[in-house]
């Protein structure tokens, strides 16, 4: 029997009241309403970050664990392409079943919310990766680019310096 997952589809324009996943967010996608009913930031989060958190060998785990537990309100939009990135680099390093329940985690969590690309973030993403071809994107980054934008997310969870050379904060 397959796993149900609770995911998002990102619209093209998010409007004010929205509701995304069954919380109230901003008009700017940045903050939505946490548990204690206070607003909480939102991140983008990357697959290095990720890689980071779950694989206590990555060079940059201390650093990620460190910045999650510091901030226990913070929260996280993870899209499907970084956890198809996750799964597979997981797999290579720690073997399938780590990366299914690993990834299945993410699903399940309240703090991360999974978006979806559509055909025109994908097609949007592809345009991205033509303009900066000056620059050693993947597909990848450059959805995450489009997603960041399109919410007007300034900042991501990231270890990959490729976010900082586009113009967008990396965290920590």
Request: a positive charge; hydrophobic letters at 45%.
């Amino acid at each position: 029997m397959p796993t149900s997952f609770r995911s998002v589809r990102i619209p093209s324009m998010l409007t004010s009241g929205s509701s995304w996943a069954g919380r109230r967010t901003s008009p700017s996608g940045m903050t939505t309403t946490s548990t204690d009913g206070g607003p909480a930031m939102k991140l983008l989060a990357d697959t290095s970050a990720l890689l980071a958190l779950t694989l206590a060998n990555d060079a940059h785990h201390a650093a990620a664990r460190a910045f999650v537990q510091s901030h226990p309100r913070l929260r996280f939009v993870v899209s499907d392409l970084v956890l198809s990135e996750l799964a597979t680099r997981l797999r290579a390093r720690a073997g399938a079943s780590v990366a299914v329940r690993v990834v299945r985690d993410y699903f399940r969590s309240e703090r991360y919310s999974v978006v979806f690309t559509d055909a025109e973030i994908f097609a949007a993403a592809l345009d991205r990766m033509e303009t900066h071809s000056d620059k050693r994107l993947s597909l990848t980054d450059c959805a995450s680019f489009e997603l960041m934008q399109r919410l007007g997310m300034e900042a991501a969870f990231t270890f990959d310096d490729a976010f900082r050379k586009c113009g967008f904060e990396a965290k920590p």
